[in-house]
Structure formats: structure tokens, C-alpha cells
DNA sequence: GCCGCTACTTAGGAAACCCTCA
DNA sequence: TGAGGGTTTCCTAAGTAGCGGC
């Protein structure tokens, strides 16, 4: 089967940002430990097998009998009975709605009256109690097990209360016809804080004379000062476009001074920063503890909302603060002014009964309006692109929570059907038709190679990046032989922030042939895909199967493949660290996949050695605990009492824990140098179906804090609540 | 079918936090 | 107890994709 997946280890050496010196570029070493070697060759042809599996072997969930509402996208669509069932619902949540504005409102109330730190949203729906209660024994257990175990123990950490009962909203019904909410009740966003004036003493030099700049010239200069030591600063562009705006603070006065950056003296400006966040490292404890306590107060007055009766987590409740905008790659706008955002400038969302955000005194929103078939609290349009900024809730929130769920629930109705799509674009290779030839083979690069779909961007506003459809004839080089494999294709191009990819490819003779007919008579600068885009693409995409899109191709097939490659990697035997490192490599293959990078950390080879010589001297103690047993062996044959039996006994013990500590370490060591450029976070959190990690830990008594972190337990609880041991993407 | 606009997800880096170990 | 370093959280840029109007 062509499904394969090119899972090249090339797309990880190459992958650096364009122009980002501090990337190292060498090749991802070959690593010394053993075993690894074996592991990606498992690793590589596993992924050769991927599509194989890829058939429904109808596996019935349980986890599905408890869905009483699936993918949104396909109910549209079902018979009548489900939609007068539907308007049942409907007419019982109208009711219902009026009910929980009623309790919202008495529940913001009663946070406001009393301060209530310890909310505890209201349960809407249980679970039947056995149920639950087994679920509590359970989660205590894993708790008690797992790290939390010293968090209890020791009672050095706060144990923070969590409340008790969770709502679980993935046992309630979705709302339909595009509202995402009843009621809406929020604070309104958190502005940065005005601007403070530098102290006198610190100076601005230009060409080497004092200059005191006035209040708007120098807030923007700050900016300048404060990313002094910043790559950025020596970018032409970055340079250019600041200056540009800077002298547009100026008076006239400093307009006509200032003409020329590098006769711009910052360091003191910087010094006077750097020596700032010096201060505020070394803190006292209390002042420290004083800065948390105003951070934590206004987290629970602007950090969470009230949306239908429920308390939700606000994501990002912080306005941006105005300063130099940071595009990555070469963007051509990079530098430039970000102008602090006002409360004239922000468009308020919330339901009409609420009570709305008020404005801060003198001052008034842009626009206070009740839009419940959008989930954004807030918005403001930013003057670098024109584009639109929100505030939205938190990960954990119903409304995402929801949305992502039925992002895997799309990616795996693509599994059951992916066998005919594929079958369907390969025949449409051999099309008459240019477009749908052009379309068949993209199709195939998006299945194969997790591309991006690639929307088109406006020239000169962006950096030049792109995905698919966007692939320019310079992108690829084609080779009949290469390496000894036939119809290879290199591909070599700037995807999204600007991160290179790099993969050779052998394809079939028939894609092959395709893209030379699609290069022929173009320049290097023209659109491979020239009858091709975006929407042509999820169009057809849609015909195939509802609620289609390219983008669906990469959630399926990194979801498969963590599947498919826990299943392989996986040993029985193993004990939880060697799991562990198995689920990393699992992980690690999807974060190849989707070409996910990083910089190598910047303490990582000095990291590396630290780790290293803490094997050795474990070796040593190793060595030096075997010599221990040996001799109290010898001295046990001699004696043959029971003082000395008990000391080989003892030494023996000795051994093996110092064996595990010593295995411990090797693991992650290995663990570590794999991962030096790839990261592991982005497909975790947004491409691999939560429930398969979730299964995958209850069958093997991982503990799920081993995998998920607290943040992202609280956004996979959806996940952890309704999967079990034998859960099927 | 193209364009502009909007809403939302995905992304890597920086900053903050916190644990470990000397 | 404090430095060092790993982990988590925050920040916001950069994508995808749908919709409506022409």
C-alpha cells in the first residue's frame, strides 16, 4: 500500500528556522545507546505497515455507547425523529437556560458577596453514584500511587484543593445550530499597565550626547532597550521598521535630532532593565509571595467567567502589552510598533441579562455586544496586520473541551473511509483533467507527509512560508535515482513560523511522473499546484466525507500512528520508566511526523554531560556494591550462619536498587538526546486523541501524571473520565 | 470563484515556577 | 539555603477554514 509515511529523520537535521543562528544545524546524532538503533528501525517499518492497519476492525467502544451526542457535523444530517427529538431538547434547555441565568446570577453573586475562593461549580448531571464512587476510589488510588504520593506524604506542597466534583459536561447534550452559549458573564479584560517613566539618572545618548527624550518616544525606545541583547535587534528589517515607527512618536524636536539608529545609544536604558529583573530575582520571600497574592487576586476577579450556570477558566484575560512586533522568520513587518490597546479599541461580548464589564473610569468600550454564536469574551483589532485578537476561555472549558473532542470524533469517522479516499486519489492520478491531477497528488502529500494544507498569504505582509497547496516549483527537486531508491522527491521549504522542512522521498512512478508534467515550462518561482487551492481542495474534500478538511489528515494520521506505535513499542515486561520511554518514542514519531521542532535547549549539552557523569558515578557504586556482595557471598559459604545469609541478602538488595537507579538514568538519558530539536508538546496537546494515551496508561497501570501534566489533565479530563483499557482511536 | 473578513486552532519561544542537590 | 536546571505556564504569532458579498 502506498500509505506509508515517510518518517525521515532528515526532516529533524535540516529543520531549522530560516535565519535563526541559534539552531544548531548538525545532523541528529546517531545515539549510543543500544537499543535505540533497533527501536527506530521497529520504529521505520512500522510506519511502512501504518496504512495496513488503518481498516475498521469495528471495534465498539464503550466509551461510545456513552456518547449520546456525537460529531455535531454529521446530526445535521439525521432523520426526523432525531430532529424533533432534537426540538424536544431544545424546548427542556430553553427552560433549563432560564434556570441557570437565575443560578449564574446567584452564583456571581455570591462570589462577589463572599469572596468565595473555593467555587464549586454546580452539578448539572451525575453519574449514577456507584459509578461515582468507584471512579473517586480509583482516582484516589492513582493519586496515592502516582507523585502525588510525597505531595500528600510529606505535606510540602500545598495540597491545593481541588473541587470535589468535576462537571462533567461531556455527559450533557450539546447545544445545536451554532449557539455556544445561553449566558455570558464576565469582568472585562486586564489592561498592561501604563506607562512608568524612566528615573532621570538614566540616560539616552544620541551620537553620544545626553538627550531627554519625551514620554511617548521614550516608552518606544524602552522597547528597543529592553530587546538589546535580542538577535532581532541586528536585523535590517527589524531595525528599519522600528525606527520608522519610533520617529513617528517624536516631536518634532527629536524627529530632527534623531536621525540615524546607529547613532543611538540604549545600554544604559538595558542596563537599567536587566538590573530591574535582577532585582525582582532577588526578592524577598514575602515581597515575592506579596507580587503572587495581587497576581492570584486578579486571576479570581478577571480569570474566569460564568457561561451557562458554569465557573470556566479565561485563557488569556491580560490585554497584549504594547511593544516591538516579534514576527518570526524574515517577516517583512518585524519591528514595528504594537500600540497599546485601549478600552476605546475593545468590542465586549456577553449575554444581554449579564452584568457587563465595565469600562475603566473616563473611558468607554468600543462596543458592548450579545453574540452567543461566537465563543470569544473579548476582542480588539491589532494595528500590525489588522487582524483580530480574542480573549476565549481556557483549554478545560466546556466550549473547547467540546470542539476538540469532536475533532477526533471527524478524524476517526476519516479512519473508517480513509482506504476509499485513498483509492479514489490514486486513481485520480491517471485523471484528463490537470486540476483533478494536480488535487490527487497534493491529497497524497497531505495523507503521506502530514503536510499543512497551505492557504494562500498576501505577498510582502507575511514571511514566505508554505504549506501544500502553496508549494512553489523551488520547493522540490525531483530525482529518477537517488541513494538507490527510484522517483525521489526532495522537498525543501519554509512551513509554518518559518520552520524548515526537509524530506527525500521515494513516490510512486505515477506521482512522479505527475509532478513533472506539473513543472514543465515554469519557473522556479511558479505554483506547482497552479489549479489548485485551499477551498478547491475541502471541497472536494467535503464530497468525500462530511466535515472533511486537509487538516483532519494530520489529527488522523498522528493519532494512528501513536496507536500503532505504543502497540509496537510497548513490552509487557518493561518496567514504568521503560513504558515511559516507549510512549516518548511513540510520541517522538507523531512529532516527526508533523514536524514538530525546537531549538536545542541552550543548556543541553552541559544538561547532557551532568547526566552522564551521574552514570558513571553510578556505574562505579554499581561496581563497588557487586565486590561488596561477592566478598559477603565468599564469606557466607565460609561462615554458613545466618548474620552473613542475611548480609548477602542485604547486598544483593543493594544491587538491584542501585541497578534500577543506574537503568533509570540511561533511560533518560536516551530519552533525552532524542528529543535535543523535537517537540513533543505540540502534537500531545493538539493532534493525538487523548484517549489513546488515556487507554494506554490504564492497561499498563501507567499513572496518568506521568503523561499528562496538571494543566493537561484538566483539558484531557473529557478524555481521562471516558476511556478505557481498550479504547480505539 | 474570488476576496475580505472573521473565528478559531496550532505553534515555538520566553518567562515563571519549582524541585533537587551540594 | 541558594544555585542550577528541568518543567510548566504564559504569550502571542501564524496557521486553517468558513462565510457572505459581489
Known amino acids: 500500500m502506498s500509505g506509508d509515511h515517510f518518517l525521515n529523520e532528515n526532516q529533524i537535521d535540516c529543520g531549522s528556522r530560516v535565519n535563526d543562528s541559534h539552531k544548531h544545524k548538525e545532523k541528529y546524532k546517531e545515539h549510543k545507546h543500544k537499543d535505540h538503533k533497533k527501536d527506530k528501525e521497529r520504529e521505520k517499518s512500522k510506519h511502512n505497515n501504518d496504512y495496513k492497519d488503518s481498516s475498521d476492525k469495528k471495534h465498539r467502544d464503550k466509551e461510545k455507547e456513552k456518547m449520546r451526542h456525537k460529531d455535531g457535523s454529521t446530526d445535521k444530517h439525521k432523520d426526523k425523529h432525531k430532529e424533533s427529538g432534537k426540538r424536544k431538547r431544545l424546548n427542556l434547555r430553553m427552560v433549563k437556560s432560564k434556570r441557570r441565568r437565575k443560578m449564574a446570577l446567584a452564583a456571581l453573586c455570591m462570589e462577589r458577596d463572599e469572596d468565595d475562593v473555593d467555587f464549586k461549580p454546580k452539578k448539572i448531571k451525575t453519574e449514577d453514584d456507584k459509578k461515582a464512587k468507584k471512579r473517586k476510589l480509583e482516582d484516589s488510588k492513582t493519586k496515592t500511587k502516582g507523585k502525588n504520593k510525597k505531595e500528600v506524604a510529606d505535606g510540602k506542597k500545598k495540597p491545593k484543593k481541588e473541587p470535589e466534583e468535576k462537571w462533567k459536561w461531556w455527559e450533557e447534550e450539546r447545544y445545536t445550530d451554532g449557539v455556544k452559549w445561553k449566558f455570558l458573564e464576565h469582568k472585562g479584560p486586564v489592561f498592561a499597565p501604563p506607562y512608568e517613566p524612566l528615573p532621570s539618572r538614566v540616560k539616552f545618548y544620541y551620537d553620544g550626547k545626553h538627550m531627554k527624550l519625551s514620554p511617548e518616544a521614550e516608552e518606544v525606545a524602552t522597547f528597543f532597550a529592553k530587546m538589546l541583547e535580542h538577535e532581532y535587534t541586528t536585523k535590517d528589517i527589524f531595525r528599519k521598521n522600528f525606527f520608522k515607527d519610533w520617529r513617528k512618536e517624536m516631536n518634532a524636536e527629536e524627529k530632527s535630532i534623531i536621525t540615524d539608529l546607529k547613532k543611538c545609544d540604549f545600554t544604559e536604558m538595558a542596563e537599567y532593565f536587566k538590573a530591574q529583573s535582577e532585582a525582582r530575582k532577588a526578592m524577598s520571600k514575602e515581597e515575592k509571595l506579596k507580587i503572587k497574592e495581587e497576581n492570584e487576586r486578579l486571576l479570581q476577579e478577571y480569570g474566569f467567567c460564568i457561561m451557562d450556570n458554569h465557573k470556566e477558566r479565561i485563557a488569556n484575560f491580560r490585554i497584549e502589552p504594547p511593544g516591538l512586533f516579534r514576527g518570526r522568520g524574515d517577516h517583512p513587518k518585524m519591528g514595528m510598533l504594537k500600540r497599546r490597546i485601549r478600552p476605546q479599541d475593545i468590542i465586549v461580548n456577553c449575554s444581554k441579562d449579564s452584568k457587563h464589564p465595565v469600562p475603566p473610569p473616563g473611558t468607554k468600550w468600543k462596543e458592548v455586544r450579545h453574540d452567543n454564536k461566537v465563543t470569544w469574551l473579548v476582542s480588539w483589532t491589532e494595528n500590525i496586520q489588522g487582524s483580530i485578537k480574542y480573549i476565549m476561555l481556557n483549554p478545560s472549558s466546556r466550549i473547547k473541551g467540546e470542539k476538540d473532542w469532536q475533532k477526533y470524533e471527524t478524524a476517526r469517522r476519516l479512519k473508517k473511509c480513509v482506504d476509499r479516499i485513498r483509492n479514489q486519489y490514486r486513481e485520480d492520478w ?238 533518560q538519558a536516551t530519552d533525552r538526546e532524542e528529543n535535543k530539536q523535537i517537540a513533543l508538546g505540540t502534537s500531545k496537546l493538539n493532534y493525538l486523541d487523548p484517549r489513546i494515551s488515556v487507554a494506554w496508561c490504564k492497561k499498563w497501570g501507567i499513572p496518568i501524571e506521568k503523561i499528562y501534566n496538571k494543566t493537561q489533565r484538566e483539558k484531557f479530563a473529557w478524555a481521562i473520565d471516558m476511556a478505557d483499557d481498550d479504547y480505539e482511536f
Open 430 to 667: 491517471k485523471s484528463k483533467e490537470m486540476r483533478i491531477r494536480q488535487r490527487a497528488v497534493a491529497l497524497y502529500f497531505i495523507d503521506k507527509l502530514a503536510l499543512r494544507a497551505g492557504n494562500e498569504k498576501e505577498e510582502g505582509e507575511t514571511a514566505d512560508t508554505v504549506g501544500c497547496c502553496s508549494l512553489r516549483v523551488e520547493h522540490i527537486k525531483l530525482y529518477p535515482e537517488k541513494d538507490g531508491q527510484e522517483y525521489v522527491v526532495e522537498f525543501d521549504f519554509l512551513g509554518k513560523d518559518s520552520i524548515r522542512y526537509y524530506n527525500q522521498v521515494p513516490v510512486e512512478k505515477r506521482v512522479f511522473k505527475n509532478l513533472q508534467l506539473f513543472m514543465e515550462n515554469k519557473e522556479s518561482d511558479d505554483d506547482l499546484f497552479d489549479r489548485l487551492n485551499t477551498s478547491v481542495l475541502n471541497k472536494h474534500l467535503q464530497e468525500l466525507m462530511d466535515g472533511l478538511t486537509a487538516k483532519v489528515f494530520r489529527t488522523y494520521n498522528a493519532s494512528i500512528t501513536l496507536q500503532q506505535q505504543l502497540k509496537e513499542l510497548t513490552t509487557a515486561d518493561d518496567n514504568i520508566p521503560a513504558k515511559i520511554l516507549s510512549y516518548n518514542r511513540a510520541n517522538r514519531a507523531v512529532a516527526i511526523l508533523c514536524n514538530h521542532q525546537r531549538a536545542p535547549p541552550k543548556t543541553f549539552e552541559k544538561s547532557m554531560q551532568n547526566l552522564q557523569t551521574k552514570i558513571d558515578a553510578k556505574k562505579d557504586q554499581l561496581s563497588d556494591a557487586k565486590r561488596e556482595l561477592k566478598s559477603a557471598k565468599a564469606d557466607a559459604k565460609v561462615r554458613k550462619d545466618e548474620k552473613t545469609k542475611k548480609a548477602v541478602e542485604t547486598k544483593k538488595k543493594a544491587v538491584q536498587r542501585i541497578e534500577e537507579q543506574l537503568m533509570k538514568l540511561e533511560v
